[in-house]
């Protein structure tokens, strides 16, 4: 009835969101007035515009995919690379148009505060850096580790996905697919939430001290995906 | 992004009389629309519409409390929090009764939502403090409110669209299914979310922030009430549309009062000067 690996996949899934939102270059308020390096709105509305954005690749391909015996394991990475894809595609899509913005309309170069050089491109930060700022715009190194993010929000959103439309078993009932849907889009929002407490405002991206609080988020989402988790698998198993 | 404030919010109705307004409003709201069975009629739905009014200022005053520490965040963050909550537990609770799991009367379903979103609440406040380290003194007792509240949010106006509350019979293909509930879930995170985000500041007043509350979830009341024209008869949807409506233009004149009342000065400053007149 109630399957432990289900509900351990539905966690692994939320843990990856609350990790990919870590890496997400998220500037907040400061960032949208060019005053620090990151896109300028806040953790949750970043993650959740990605993250939705990979369950609909993820649903369209699960749909794709699906039979009535339900998904193999190989279509089942499937479904996880469509869903990494389209979040991916939706991170790097605001990440580049909001750089467009910075360096072309408010004219600032894209620097990090918090690394004396890149450490992908070894390029040096610290002399752009505009005075009473902490960086703008959306560096290199920063543009990789929202791709990344990307990547790991999208991955265990499909995840939480994959695994609620399984225990549901029938993809051709529109209730089961939308009670799928909505419940993903819930814990997803948990954790990102969560995860966005443990940054407390903005964070540049792996190379950020901030980063260093990962552990806590992990754990933090653990729980709290977990508890998503025990809720979930009762009721998709239950509709009819 | 943090908000301005620093310290506890004050003034104005106290806190635990909110909470009961907000659990018995809210509660007796929904179960209000179980007239609906009993008399087999939809006329009764708007009532789910008014618990959520209840549920919602309830919500928007733990916002408040909790968010005028400054959580680095921004105020949004915690209203898509308690919808995200909210949304997992009332379903659980919704469907729970309906399940093989066990055998439960159908009336028991938002009780057990509540309960559910509550236990998260405090789940996830004691983390926040506790794991995260965010040290807010009131995180606990507010996670369980904003859930709380989120959780009879979602109800109240999934209940409003198909007029039953019964998981399988109402809301599944009422709500789920038209993919109605992405509305309610968006809509119910701002009724919560955007009475404080909008009156924040040094001068933010209970009173004022609440009546956003109210007008807010009156206008969230009339676009369900437009949704269930697909879902119950064109009478019942009216009703909804109508109350929401007047509740909405009511409060939303009492907000502009109040911020006549707390404002230094108002004054009109003309239209902008035309180009001929500036030269």
Redesign the interface.
């Known amino acids: ?1 109630i399957d432990p690996i289900t509900i351990v996949l539905i966690t692994l899934g939320g843990v990856l969101v609350g990790l990919g939102v870590h890496f997400i270059p998220v500037g ?3 960032a949208a007035m060019a005053q620090a390096t990151g896109v300028g709105t ?4 970043l993650a ?1 515009g990605a993250g939705l954005t990979g369950l609909i690749s993820a649903g369209f391909m699960y749909n794709e995919l699906a039979t009535s015996a339900g998904l193999s394991s190989s279509n089942m990475i499937l479904v996880m690379a469509s869903g990494a894809v389209g979040s991916m595609i939706m991170i790097t899509v605001t990440m580049f148009i909001g750089q467009l913005i910075y360096v072309y309309g408010v004219g600032v170069p894209p620097v990090s505060a918090k690394v004396k050089k890149d450490p992908i491109t070894g390029d040096v930060q610290d002399i752009y850096v505009s005075k009473g700022t902490e960086g703008h715009g959306v560096p290199t190194v920063s543009f990789v580790s929202g791709t990344i993010g990307g990547l790991l929000g999208g991955l265990g959103g499909s995840l939480i996905y994959i695994q609620l439309m399984n225990i549901g078993g029938d993809h051709t009932n ?2 089961i697919v ?2 799928a849907g ?2 993903a ?6 954790n990102s ?2 995860a ?7 964070i540049e991206g792996f190379h950020d001290p901030k980063f260093k609080r990962v552990p ?2 992990i ?2 989402c653990l ?2 995906s977990l ?2 988790a025990i ?2 698998v ?2 998709m ?4 | 992004m943090s908000t301005a404030a620093g310290g506890p919010a004050s003034g104005g109705i106290s806190p635990n009389n909110i909470v009961v307004l907000g659990v018995v409003g809210g509660l007796a709201g929904i179960y209000l629309t179980m007239l609906n069975q009993t008399l087999d009629t939809t006329i009764f739905s708007f009532l789910g519409g008014i618990g959520a009014i209840f549920a919602a200022v309830w919500g928007a005053d733990a916002v408040r409390r909790v968010c005028s520490y400054g959580l680095g965040t921004g105020v949004p963050s915690i209203g898509m929090l308690a919808l995200g909550m909210g949304i997992v537990a009332a379903m659980f609770g919704l469907a729970l009764p309906e399940s093989d799991l066990v055998t439960l009367p159908n009336f028991l379903g938002p009780i057990i939502s509540f309960i559910t979103a509550s236990i998260m609440g405090l789940i996830i406040g004691i983390m926040a403090n506790k794991i995260l380290k965010m040290n807010i003194p009131i995180m606990e007792k507010s996670m369980v409110e904003i859930a709380g509240a989120g959780c009879l949010v979602m109800i109240g106006l999934s209940v409003v669209i198909v007029g039953d509350f019964r998981f399988d019979e109402g809301i599944v293909p009422g709500v789920i299914t038209t993919g109605y509930i992405a509305l309610v879930f968006i809509g119910g995170a701002m009724a919560m979310l955007h009475p404080f985000n909008a009156c924040l500041g040094p001068d933010e007043r209970q009173y004022r922030t609440l009546t956003v509350g109210v007008e807010k979830t009156a206008l969230m009341m009339v676009l369900v009430g437009v949704a269930s024209l697909t879902e119950i008869n064109a009478v019942s949807s009216a009703l909804t549309i109508v109350i929401g409506l007047i509740i909405f233009v009511v409060y939303f004149k009492k907000f502009l009062e109040a911020t006549h009342h707390d404002a230094y000065l108002i004054t009109g400053t003309g239209l902008l000067p035309t180009e001929e007149e500036l030269e």
Do not use: E
């Open positions: 009835m907040g308020a400061p806040g953790t949750v509305q959740a529109s209730g939308a009670l909505i419940f889009t819930g814990v997803f929002y948990v939430v969560i966005s407490y443990n940054i407390g405002g903005t806590k988020a754990v933090s729980i709290a508890l998503c809720i979930a009762p009721i198993g239950g509709v009819s």
